[in-house]
């Protein structure tokens, strides 16, 4: 089965721009895109979702290449209350099935 | 809205005790979900429900029982659980489909001793 991978963790200062990939070889052809939040010992929150090129809402936007193989979030601007980890959701088109990416681990300092 | 409640919010119970999760949403959603979460991994599916019926079981032991009462409502039975088993339960509800975007709950933490 193959992973959805993102890196392990990122560090961040305050008022910068974070941009998080996720890899996703074999997405499914018809499926979004979708990436959530989470805090500690919380529900993952939704972000955002798309299909193909960019998708902009007031948190966050994200930015899918032509080949869907791989997604990119980006937070502008981000302040200490970022500190979360991040996931990407897609559709395996093997398995056919919707699978969380590994998970990438934001702090961000003073 | 787009609220996903579940309780109890902590949970602890003995190998041989019989418990429930529950798990609530008002957003008229059809498809209902519960995920388990182990300590700094992503969530991995357990089950799917669609129009109150099962639709997906991926492969999950027969200790862990779902039902889905009505469209608001989903239940997670456990009985026998091995301390393995302790972990971040997640629930998420969605439109209609399977793609469409899911809403989570805060879980329930669960340890099994």
């Known amino acids: 089965l193959a992973k959805t991978t993102q890196p392990i963790s990122m560090d961040s200062y305050e008022g910068q721009e974070v941009n998080i990939t996720c890899s996703h070889n074999?997405?499914?052809?018809?499926?979004?895109i979708t990436w959530y939040q989470q805090f500690p010992s919380q529900g993952p929150r939704f972000i955002i979702q798309?299909?193909?090129t960019k998708v902009t809402n007031e948190v966050a936007s994200l930015f899918i290449p032509a080949d869907r193989k791989s997604s990119t979030l980006s937070l502008p601007r981000v302040s200490l209350s970022d500190t979360a980890v991040y996931y990407c959701?897609?559709?395996?088109?093997?398995?056919?099935?919707?699978?969380f990416g590994t998970g990438t681990r934001l702090q961000v300092f003073p | 809205d787009t609220e996903v409640t579940q309780t109890p919010k902590h949970l602890v119970m003995g190998m041989t005790n019989k418990k429930s999760l529950k798990c609530e949403q008002h957003?008229?959603?059809?498809?209902m979900y519960w995920y388990k979460q182990k300590a700094k991994k992503p969530p991995e599916l357990m089950f799917v429900?669609?129009?109150?019926?099962?639709?997906i079981n991926e492969s999950v032991p027969s200790r862990f029982s779902p039902e889905c009462p009505n469209s608001s409502l989903l239940n997670l039975h456990l009985h026998a659980l091995q301390p393995e088993d302790s972990a971040l339960y997640l629930c998420?509800?969605?439109?209609?489909?399977?793609?469409?975007?899911?809403?989570f709950g805060p879980g329930t933490r669960l340890l099994v001793l």
């Open positions: 998420a509800s969605s439109q209609d489909r399977l793609r469409e975007t899911q809403y």
């Open positions: 074999n997405i499914a052809t018809n499926d979004y």
């Open positions: 798309g299909y193909k």
């Open positions: 959701l897609v559709g395996d088109m093997n398995t056919d099935k919707l699978i």
């Open positions: 957003m008229g959603h059809r498809a």
């Open positions: 429900y669609s129009y109150e019926k099962l639709s």
